[in-house]
């Protein structure tokens, strides 16, 4: 509440002091909003005067009371703020005032620049939920167009998030339905080869290079059509990135640097780095290594950590550390790995969606290793004393023993998951309830042969139709479903499972999971968590947890290994 009050309080206070501030010049008096918006676009390099020429149009708004142009007006000035603090500002009046504009642009249009502005400084949470107030308010409005943009834009922040599958099945679902292109004029065709595209890269990232070229043939196709915008250039990078996915590195080389002198000219720096970063990684497998470290090094000199938080960024950095290991350039090498330290800290941090796992428990680590392995390595060019022979001793001591603890792991590991794929291997049918029922078990006295019965056939069904995999099952709802009450369905699974029914779930939950990961190689390449999500599991944590707990080994170890024996 007191969040609100502050920011109605702010909007109140910008909208005050900007009318105090502003008074339209003569010269544009009268001027009507087309002519207005006319002239920001015209001006649109020269910031001063496109600045003016908006706060006329909110001026004018003002004096006309037309929220809707007021609100539109706040859109505009927000883009052309440098501060991020004043451009939030101005849209959250445009959110404020929007609310109360009877168009059906708003307030789903400043939700979406919101989530923009969250999207680019790769805060995926929050502009998930500006996205999702403005799919609300584009629904309430039946604003197709905004609804489409949403939409387009919510799979863009799944992929981004390495959620390809979820990704694709929207596109597919929602925005690849009317494969129409200009129906509704040239913006149209613009949004619609914008979206191609983006299927050519969940494509590309999904390793359907095949696909991704598919629509990327399309895009190429339809944008020679379209005059004004080179998103031709857009299409012919991301078949070089195919190029070297395919392992044509030459061709790779070819494609993406004839893209270059188009994207430099974008505002947006993510193209351009990823050409750079796609020739350094080409020229890499190519052995060009001095070429590789010129353009790892042109993708480095681009971006901030604080400003760009570009995984392009963390590629470049990862690339340039190695090269300078190679060269036995220590300093330097430690130059760039605290890069990677620097990166992943800010990342891990600031965006909390992103699966931090990865980060956690390797790559932090490894970094944080190498970075200690130099320092010591430069310390010891320096001094050769004994003590500082000794300390390196121990820590030489202490490594080789977590090298040993670690590879004595990975035999216990792998003499586990043997165990577990011969086991599923040798197990033809599952043994069903009725198999395992006894008359008079202790514990089921108290029911009758009829309602044991009937309880002991219902999770007979259970099993065979593989209800388990629904999520959020508890012993209350299961057991009014079979038509019974709790207490005797946990005393029925409890006598003939030998088991809770929490361990009874998980357990038919985990012998699934392990058999269709043997058997389908696509639900291998989910994620962990889309895996929990898919069998039932509430969190990707409660999914790993009762997997370790049943086969002695985590989900991630066990398809690590399957994928190894292809």
Known sequence: MRSLILTIFLCFFMWQTQAQRFTIPDSLKGKSYEELYQNVYEAKNDSTLTLIYINTYLEKGKQDKDNVEIAYAYGLLSHYQEEDK???????????????????????????????????????????????????????????????????????????????????????????????????????????????????????????????????????????????????????????????????????????????????????????????????????????????????????????????????????????????????????????????????????????????????????????????????????????????????????????GGVVYYYRNQRVYKKRFVQLVNTTQQKTVTPSVKENTVKNKTGSTAISDETRNQLLAQLQKFEETQGYLKPKINAKDLAKSFGSNSSYLSIVVNTYKQKSLSQYLNDLRIDYVVERLQSDTKFRKYTIKAIAQEIGFNTAEAFAKAFCKKTGIYPSYFIKKLEGRK
């Open 86 to 400: 004043v451009k939030l500002q101005y849209l959250d009046s445009a959110i404020m005032i929007g609310k109360n504009a009877d168009h059906y642009s708003f307030p789903s249009l400043p939700y979406s620049l919101k989530a923009g502005y969250y999207y680019h400084k790769l805060n995926y949470g929050k502009a998930l939920e500006n996205l999702l107030f403005s799919l609300k308010a584009a629904e309430k409005k039946k604003n197709e167009a905004h609804i489409k943009m949403a939409k387009r834009n919510i799979a863009e922040i799944k992929s981004k998030l390495g959620k390809y599958e979820e990704a694709m099945e929207l596109h597919r679902k929602v925005l690849l339905k009317d494969s129409r292109v200009g129906l509704e004029g040239e913006v149209d065709t613009i949004n619609y080869l914008y979206h191609v595209l983006r299927v050519a890269e969940v494509h590309s990232k999904m390793g359907e290079i095949d696909s991704s070229s598919f629509y990327i043939r399309r895009g190429i196709k339809i944008s020679k059509l379209v005059k004004g915008y080179d998103l031709y250039h857009n299409f012919v990078l991301k078949e070089g990135v195919n190029h070297y996915y395919r392992n044509n590195y030459p061709l790779a080389i070819d494609s993406i640097k004839k893209t270059l002198p188009f994207l430099s000219k974008y505002i947006d720096k993510d193209y351009i780095l990823n050409a750079y970063l796609y020739l350094a990684k080409a020229h890499s497998k190519l052995v060009n290594r001095e070429e590789a470290k010129k353009y790892y090094q042109k993708v480095d000199s681009m971006g901030l950590v604080e400003e760009n938080m570009s995984l392009n960024l963390r590629e470049a950095y990862s690339g340039l550390a190695n090269y300078y290991k190679d060269k036995g350039d220590l300093k330097n090498q430690l130059v760039y790995v605290n890069k990677l330290l620097k990166f992943d800290s800010i990342y891990q941090e600031n965006y909390k969606l992103m699966d931090k796992k990865l980060l956690e428990e390797y790559e932090i680590p490894n970094a944080i290793a190498q970075k200690e392995e130099i320092i010591a390595t430069l310390e010891a060019e320096r001094s050769t004393s004994a003590t500082q022979i000794t300390v390196i001793s121990m820590l030489l001591a202490l490594s080789l």
